[in-house]
Structure formats: C-alpha cells, structure tokens
C-alpha cells in the first residue's frame, strides 16, 4: 500500500525461522519494519524474508519504502544488522540511527561467565541511562577499567557503535523512552513466536511470510491508542526537525 511521506520513528527487526527449500531446510529471517506515524500509532510498513542480509538487500529494502512513498525518516531504530547503517544513509542521508540497547546487551554478554553476568549487565545499565552523554562516556570509561583485562571484546564492542549508541541523548526524556530499545517490534515478535511456535519448519517462503503476516494483523487489532507520551514526543521532533514536517493543508 501507499505510505506517509514522513515517519518519526521507524524500527526494523527480524525472526529467525526453519524453512523447506530444495529438499533442504534452511534458515531463513523475516524481516519486519514497524513504525509509529505522526498520530502516535503503530503501523507495520512491510515484511521481508531473506536467507542472507547485507548493504545490497538492505538498500533494496529501503528503496522499496521510498518508492511507496516514505520520503524522511527520523530516527531508524535498528539491532546492529550488517549493512543497515549504510544503507540508510544512502537512501535518508539526514536520519538519525539508533542501535537498540536491549541487543547490544544481549552481544555483550555473550561474552560473559555466568558469575560475572548480573555484575557485567549492571554496570553496563550505567552506561547506557546515564542522563547525560558526558555521564554515558564516563561510564563505559569506567567500566573499560574495571572489566577489560576480562572482557575487552564488551568494551570495543560499544565503543566501535557508540556513534549510533549515544543518538538518545539529544532527545529529552520522553523520546528516549521511546526510541531507546526496540521493544515495541520485540513485543510484536513475541506474538509471532506464539504463533509459528507449533510449525517447527514452514513450508515454503510463501506459508512463512502467511503465518506472520496473520500474527501481524491480529495484533494490530490492538494498536487502537498512540504510544505513551506522544504528544510531549511530537512536539520536540517539531522543535528540532521542523522544516521536514510534512506541510499541513
């Protein structure tokens, strides 16, 4: 269908599922981008499955929303998928990126004992709801200090992202509740997981895409309200995009 010509916010995300292709099973994702529009309310923009990601499919992906009519988005929410950011600013050179938190926790304590999890994550959790960006730097210095000789790669990790970490910190409160994780399409897989949760191997590409997009459409029932604190969220995206608001007749 058609989209808005602008997005505040736009989150994209993907499930792994095991797919029959060629009398092999594979490994395929589907990919969903989920937006919240001007008004405040949740809106699927399209699904996508791919057996691999990379620049070239992600580029694909975002020419599609333009051709459909997205012309400027905001903030893309993204989990650090390969070649997203590039992408991205080859299609909207002026959006911002935001790498979810709740992933790059997860990538780092990949990389942890068991006994050191609940320490690591909670001196992580200081770095990221610092209330300033000079208060979120001096925590991941401190925390380089005190676990590098252990966890390096955890350090390097956020320090390679921090440029796409630290975008909520130029946005008040209210917007960082917002765009800071991507809890939103997380909890719009949840529904999914239930519902392909008794096909441990789909079909084919066709019964895969079928499955989530009934999920989607049931859950969407419920999108009947804008988002917590939109209206405070709206008006700052105003204040500092105001010239790419779309014009009102």
């Keep these: 269908r058609p989209l808005e010509a602008v997005y505040p916010v736009v989150w994209l995300d993907g499930i792994v599922v095991k797919v029959h292709q060629d009398h092999q099973v594979l490994r395929k994702t589907i990919y969903l981008a989920l937006a919240i529009n001007m008004e405040g309310y949740k809106e699927l923009l399209g699904i996508w499955i791919a057996e691999h990601e990379g620049a070239k499919f ?32 080859g299609i909207y050179p002026k959006s911002e990126i935001q790498l979810c938190i709740v992933h790059m926790l997860r990538n780092s ?8 999890r609940k320490a690591v994550a909670r001196d992580l959790k200081e770095v990221y709801q610092a209330g300033t960006l000079e208060g979120a730097e001096a925590a991941l210095v401190r925390f380089g200090e005190k676990w590098n000789d252990k966890y390096e790669a955890i350090y390097a990790l956020w320090e390679r992202n921090w440029e796409n970490i630290v975008t909520i910190y130029s946005y008040p409160s209210e917007i960082r509740r917002v765009i800071y994780t991507t809890n939103a399409i997380e909890s719009l897989n949840g529904v999914i997981r239930n519902r392909i949760k008794t096909k441990r191997i789909l079909g084919s590409d066709e019964s895969a895409l079928k499955m989530v997009w009934i999920a989607v459409a049931n859950a969407s029932k419920k999108w009947t309200m804008p988002i917590s604190n ?9 204040v500092k995009y105001a010239d790419r608001f779309p014009k009102v007749a």
Excluded at 68 to 86: Q, S, Y
Excluded at 230 to 238: C, E, G, I
């Design 109 to 116: 304590l990949k990389y942890v004992s068991w006994k050191d």
């Design 58 to 89: 992600w580029a694909q992906v975002l020419t599609e929303l333009s051709n459909r009519g997205v012309k400027d988005v905001f903030v893309f929410c993204i989990d650090g998928l390969i070649g997203f950011p590039e992408a991205i600013k």
């Design 230 to 238: 939109w209206s405070k969220a709206l008006n700052h995206f105003y």
